[in-house]
């Protein structure tokens, strides 16, 4: 079946540790993306990458990095310099052009102890 | 004036009463008006979307978009326990990068 997976869904991490979220698509879609939820703030954009070797800046970049060597592929990085890294992250695919549907991930929880 | 806004409930209701959430936005370009329903430690999925002012209607659900007052509608009719799920508005240029509200929480009470 086609689609996103995330690993892990769950993850915990000690302050000053780097950790890595995976994000592999199926569907052939060029554009990905990292949102990151919070109770009481919708998702907000992190990065997101139209095709391969290139990726932009969202609204929260600060304290991320990302790659896309891959078309199937977008690995988040949350690294230390993050100050509020609990959160729910999202990625997302989509084909470009059209109505701008996004198809999502089930998520992948973070939580800094 | 954020982009998007959008009331987070909660809001409780009985099954089979009709729902109306709503959100308002401040961008006159946008052309596509998106909702997406989330449920409990899942990704979002599309419900639904129209493209410039009007209506649309899918089973239980309608979506209406009213351009003038940049004010967007959901409707649900004979809501169900399933209906239970945070739903988030997501009006955008067609460019693939959204912009969400908050999301409001709504729950069907049996």
């Known amino acids: 079946d086609g689609g996103i997976t995330q690993s892990p869904k769950y993850l915990f991490r000690k302050e000053g540790q780097n950790v890595t979220l995976s994000c592999e698509q199926n569907l052939n879609h060029d554009a990905m993306y990292w949102y990151r939820q919070d109770p009481g703030q919708g998702l907000r954009l992190i990065y997101y990458s139209q095709i391969v070797n290139d990726f932009q800046k969202g609204d929260i970049a600060e304290g991320y990095s990302v790659s896309r060597e891959k078309k199937e592929s977008f690995p988040l990085t949350v690294t230390s310099a993050q100050k509020n890294p609990t959160a729910f992250y999202l990625c997302?695919?989509?084909?470009?052009?059209?109505?701008?549907?996004?198809?999502f991930g089930e998520g992948s929880r973070l939580t800094v102890l | 004036q954020k982009e998007v806004e959008q009331d987070p409930g909660p809001l409780s209701v009985p099954e089979g009463a009709i729902v109306s959430l709503n959100c308002t936005y401040s961008?006159?370009?946008?052309?596509?008006f998106m909702w997406y329903r989330q449920y409990s430690r899942k990704g979002p999925e599309l419900l639904m979307y129209t493209y410039s002012s009007g209506n649309k209607e899918d089973g239980r659900f309608t979506a209406q978009v009213d351009k003038s007052s940049k004010y967007i509608s959901l409707f649900i009719r004979d809501s169900q326990p399933s209906d239970s799920a945070t739903y988030l508005c997501?009006?955008?240029?067609?460019?693939?990068?959204?912009?969400f509200g908050t999301g409001t929480r709504l729950t069907i009470i049996p």
């Open positions: 961008n006159s370009a946008f052309q596509y």
């Open positions: 997501a009006p955008n240029f067609g460019n693939e990068k959204l912009t």
């Open positions: 997302a695919s989509s084909i470009t052009g059209g109505s701008g549907e996004l198809f």
